[in-house]
């Protein structure tokens, strides 16, 4: 809360004075012979005023059921802890149990002008996830075009996400994608470094980018053009050692030339399906490729051939001959109805007149 002191001095000073009281009775004489605490910021540490508008926030935060996690917590994102310009505080809004050190984050970024090229190619790569059986946490930005097309897709799917603000909890910008915060309070959470009654600032927006790069595993870039928040934030990921992928866009294309660059420059690796983000990420799939599932039973089965249908799915394969005797109808009329659904696609016929379920 203290004007003019960023996570770095604040650490810093926290480990100077031995603690975080110690920073409030440390004598101006002392804090200006920490490095970096000069006659300015002193002034400012000496001023008691900053703890009564830090007794607002804690009233604040009360009020509405927010969680304030300091940097040394236990329950603090370990990724995020990692990072030497890590908040102090992290301010989280869910009403769902939030767990910042499991695997599986990967941030999805891009231009607020998203393409309808953009946005299926968000849709998709989260899509393709869940498919695979994945769950990963979803982290953007809530801004417009592929942020939040990222956080709908999530929800969707329902995937926990999280929006990392650009500004305090008391607000949401922009208010179109209020509807879609309180979504994500549900299930996943609105995380900021901001307290409350933060005035909106462009950089702000650019210092909020470090937490989404720093709190995922990989920074997957969808669009963007040759400058923009979204090349901020796969730089960072880059300087933090994160993965950082980036979907290939038309020459040409003014939405897709910061992602170009990327893959050109071998900042970020190029992806095309959920397929690349795996491979990459090393990730092992918790459901196996096309695995059997149950035969959708079609309005227009008749019953003599629902009851084929339902005894092959009690079977890996089976004679013609037994066929007949379990559902106790004539050869003749077997042979007719496998071979109905054999056209239909539900059954397949093997040498020596066997028969199996198609599994779809």
């Known amino acids: 809360m203290i004007p003019k002191i960023g996570s770095i ?6 480990a100077y004075c031995g603690g975080i009281e110690g920073v409030f009775k440390e004598s101006k004489k002392s ?9 300015v910021l002193a002034n400012e540490i000496a ?10 926030e804690v009233e604040f935060i009360e009020k509405y059921g927010i969680t304030a996690l300091f940097y040394l917590d ?3 994102p370990e990724r995020l802890r990692q990072c030497e310009d ?14 910042f050190n499991t695997e599986k984050y990967i941030s999805v970024v891009g231009t607020r002008k998203a393409t309808d090229y953009g946005k299926e190619m968000t849709e998709k790569l989260i899509d393709g996830l ?3 059986g994945y769950k990963p946490i979803i982290v953007s930005g809530l801004a417009y075009g592929i942020d939040i097309a990222a956080h709908k897709s999530a929800l969707k799917n329902n995937l926990q996400t999280f929006a990392v603000l650009g ?19 549900d299930t996943g959470a609105l995380i900021t470094d901001f307290p409350s009654d933060t005035k909106f600032d462009r950089n702000n927006f650019i210092k909020r980018n470090r937490i989404i790069a720093r709190l995922t595993d990989a920074t997957i870039v969808v669009e963007s053009g040759d400058q923009g928040g979204a090349l901020i934030t796969a730089d960072l990921a880059n300087s933090y050692n994160r993965e950082v992928f980036a979907i290939p866009g038309h020459v040409g294309s003014k939405y897709s030339e910061g992602c170009n660059q990327l893959i050109k420059s071998n900042r970020a690796a190029l992806i095309e399906t959920s397929d690349d983000i795996e491979y990459f990420l090393g990730w092992e799939p918790t459901t196996v490729k096309n695995q059997p599932k149950q035969i959708t039973l079609f309005a227009d089965l008749s019953s003599d051939e629902q009851c084929i249908v339902d005894y092959l799915k009690t079977v890996e394969q089976e004679s013609i001959d037994l066929i007949c005797i379990k559902t106790q109808m004539p050869v003749s009329k077997v042979s007719s109805l496998l071979l109905n659904l054999e056209f239909a696609g539900l059954v397949k016929s093997k040498p020596g007149k066997v028969y199996s379920i198609i599994h779809r």
């Open 74 to 76: 236990n329950d603090y």
């Open 31 to 39: 804090l200006l012979k920490i490095p970096g605490i000069g006659e």
């Open 9 to 14: 001095n604040a650490k810093k000073l926290i």
């Open 130 to 132: 869940v498919e695979k």
């Open 86 to 99: 890590c908040p102090i505080v992290l301010f989280v809004k869910s009403k769902s149990l939030i767990n």
């Open 47 to 56: 001023n008691q005023k900053v703890l009564d508008k830090a007794e607002r």
């Open 167 to 185: 500004h305090g909890l008391d607000t949401i910008y922009p208010v179109s994608h209020r509807n879609v915060a309180k979504e994500i309070v």
